[in-house]
């Protein structure tokens, strides 16, 4: 048996991961990130210690203890280097893990543990496999030959902040076009609230009155119900998708893509014209398509890719 620990901002969450890949107890804790490191890593441990005790097992039984969390980690010195949205810095994990535990810890940056869970469910015999999740920003992690690919200095693979536009719209990460202000979840809030303004008799602005909030699926709903402003926005933004994937295809031609995040829930609606894009646009012309499809592990990719980081990496 393997913990997989997934840190996010809002929350952590810890499941028990077997030898196949199944979750068999999970459970999660609100992260609470104004509070102090350590006062967060003790909620993280205890809520380890209940999953344990949950399943009628002895910390004995846990081979490997897999930590994605977001920001950059270093394995040697067992430290979470940096996080944007919780407060660590340099903080020393192993050692609080060690006085509780005494398997071994792996630390994996966040948005690769979700890229080798969905690779270890959906990747098996690929060789290269990319994951793509769509969702405040775009998270993503690139797996060849079985490993994380990771840059020279092991913060690669930030497919998010490649440029799609130059001198365009202003990213979370300070530059300006980067393919995540155009194709993440909120670069499509944003995209629907702008066509809200222009076309206040769009339905997306029923909807909005209606619930009183606009998301990811304002565009989307209103667009399957004919609303031609929606349906503007959203084939822009699927072109934002796939403009950027041409690029990702391009230099990687992966055997897979798969893309997650609650957009992913579209399915075939939007996965179908990204296919039809990157095929017309991406450099391969004569070899067999690159395979693009939705993720499926949703929330659990993140636990599994730790747990399975922890097992196969340690
Ligand atoms: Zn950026």
Not at 33 to 46: C, F, K, S
Not at 244 to 267: A, R, Y
């Amino acid at each position: 048996m393997y913990l997989g620990i997934d840190l996010g901002g809002t929350n952590i969450a810890i499941g028990l991961v077997d030898e196949k890949g199944n979750i068999i107890v999970q459970d999660s804790t609100p992260t609470l990130g104004t509070r102090t490191a350590d006062e967060i890593i003790d909620d993280m441990i205890a809520l380890a210690e209940k999953i344990v005790a949950d399943a009628n097992l002895s910390k004995s039984d846990i081979k490997a203890i897999g930590i994605g969390c977001p920001g950059a980690v270093d394995n040697q010195k067992g430290t979470i280097v940096f996080t944007e949205n919780v407060p660590f810095s340099n903080f020393p994990i192993f050692d609080k893990f060690k006085k509780h535990f005494d398997a071994p810890v792996y630390l994996e940056n966040d948005a690769n543990a979700a890229a080798y869970g969905e690779y270890v469910v959906n990747g098996e015999g690929k060789n290269i496999f990319v994951a793509v999740t769509l969702g405040t920003g775009i998270g993503g992690g690139i797996i060849i030959d079985g490993k994380i690919f990771k840059g020279s200095n092991g913060v690669g693979a930030e497919i998010g902040h490649t440029p799609l536009v130059l001198g365009g719209v202003r990213c979370s990460c300070g530059q300006k076009g980067c393919w995540e202000a155009y194709a993440s979840v909120t670069a499509l809030i944003n995209q629907t609230k702008i066509a809200i303004g222009e076309h206040p008799e769009s339905l997306m602005n029923t909807l909005f009155k209606e619930r009183k909030v606009v998301n990811g699926r304002t565009a989307f709903d209103a667009a399957k119900q004919g609303d031609k402003v929606a349906l503007e926005v959203v084939n822009k933004y699927i072109e934002y998708i796939a403009g950027g994937l041409v690029g990702i295809v391009n230099i990687f031609q992966p055997d897979k893509v798969v893309i997650g995040g609650g957009i992913s829930k579209e399915g075939a609606y939007l996965i179908d014209p990204i296919i039809d894009y990157v095929r017309k646009y991406d450099y391969n012309q004569f070899f067999e398509p690159v395979k693009i499809e939705p993720a499926t592990l949703y929330n659990d990719a993140g636990i599994i890719g730790a747990a399975f980081a922890a097992k196969n990496f340690l």
